[in-house]
């Protein structure tokens, strides 16, 4: 039934998503920023891009602080931590990976974060062999909630978004997978299911390596 599989990177793929938000404390920190409302901050902007992010700080806040110049404490203390202890792939992603691939499934990324910076992470796991397609943030004029990233991957593939699954860790993820008319599963990772998770996602797992069971 499903011919095609759209993978999120952070918090999916890579075990990225706590290293993310240790440098959202140490940027809040920095500006002086409430800390009992990062943990509220990080999963509303999880799997957003930089620019819509920084319309959801500065609503969320109201701080009058620029959040390029927070972002960039956030990126320096992530880039910093991945250049000397790199990132963890999730449990099960290779397993995963190879099965989809025995089973002639196409494979895209669709992660918001840009090409240099995803590039990096993810070559020292000799995973990019596994996707046809890969789509970066920098390539999507809409980031996450909207669907372009997955239309963008859908069309890449040569799918229409019916046969495609997009695996997301996060509310906005799940919103763009469903909008652009995927199957959408969420793995949880960091981010608590609330309704508009459970109204967005249609199949809800604990470890990624429950995917298996979609193919069946």
């Given at each position: 039934?499903?011919?095609?599989?759209a993978?999120?990177?952070?918090?999916?793929?890579?075990?990225s998503?706590?290293?993310?938000?240790?440098?959202?404390?140490?940027?809040?920190?920095?500006?002086?920023?409430?800390?009992d409302?990062?943990e509220?901050?990080?999963?509303?902007?999880?799997?957003?891009?930089?620019?819509?992010?920084?319309?959801t700080?500065?609503?969320?806040?109201?701080?009058?602080?620029?959040?390029?110049?927070?972002?960039?404490?956030?990126?320096?203390?992530?880039?910093?931590?991945?250049?000397?202890?790199?990132?963890?792939?999730?449990?099960?992603?290779?397993?995963?990976?190879?099965?989809?691939?025995?089973?002639?499934?196409?494979?895209?990324?669709?992660?918001?974060?840009?090409?240099k910076?995803a590039?990096?992470?993810?070559?020292?796991?000799?995973?990019?062999?596994?996707?046809?397609?890969?789509?970066?943030?920098?390539?999507?004029?809409?980031?996450?909630?909207?669907?372009?990233?997955?239309?963008?991957?859908?069309?890449?593939?040569?799918?229409?978004?019916?046969?495609?699954?997009?695996?997301?860790?996060?509310?906005?993820?799940?919103?763009?997978?469903?909008?652009?008319?995927?199957?959408?599963?969420?793995?949880?990772?960091?981010?608590?299911?609330?309704?508009?998770?459970?109204e967005?996602?249609?199949?809800?797992y604990?470890?990624?390596?429950?995917?298996?069971?979609?193919?069946?």
């Open positions: 039934m499903y011919k095609g599989i993978f999120d990177m952070d918090g999916v793929i890579l075990d998503e706590k290293i993310y938000r240790k440098y959202e404390y140490e940027a809040a920190r920095h500006f002086g920023l409430p800390l409302k990062v509220d901050f990080c999963n509303l902007i999880a799997g957003g891009n930089k620019k819509a992010n920084a319309i700080f500065d609503n969320f806040f109201k701080s009058g602080i620029d959040y390029y110049d927070y972002r960039a404490i956030v990126t320096a203390g992530v880039e910093g931590h991945a250049e000397e202890h790199g990132y963890e792939l999730k449990p099960g992603v290779k397993e995963l990976l190879e099965f989809l691939k025995e089973k002639g499934i196409k494979i895209a990324l669709a992660t918001s974060t840009e090409k910076r590039m990096k992470f993810l070559e020292p796991h000799g995973v990019l062999e596994y996707f046809d397609k890969l789509i970066y943030g920098d390539m999507i004029t809409r980031g996450k909630p909207e669907p372009d990233i997955y239309l963008t991957a859908c069309r890449e593939l040569g799918l229409d978004p019916s046969e495609v699954i997009g695996v997301e860790d996060s509310k906005n993820g799940v919103i763009s997978s469903h909008k652009a008319g995927l199957i959408t599963v969420l793995v949880k990772d960091l981010i608590p299911v609330d309704d508009v998770i459970k967005n996602a249609d199949y809800i604990d470890n990624i390596i429950s995917i298996k069971d979609l193919f069946n």
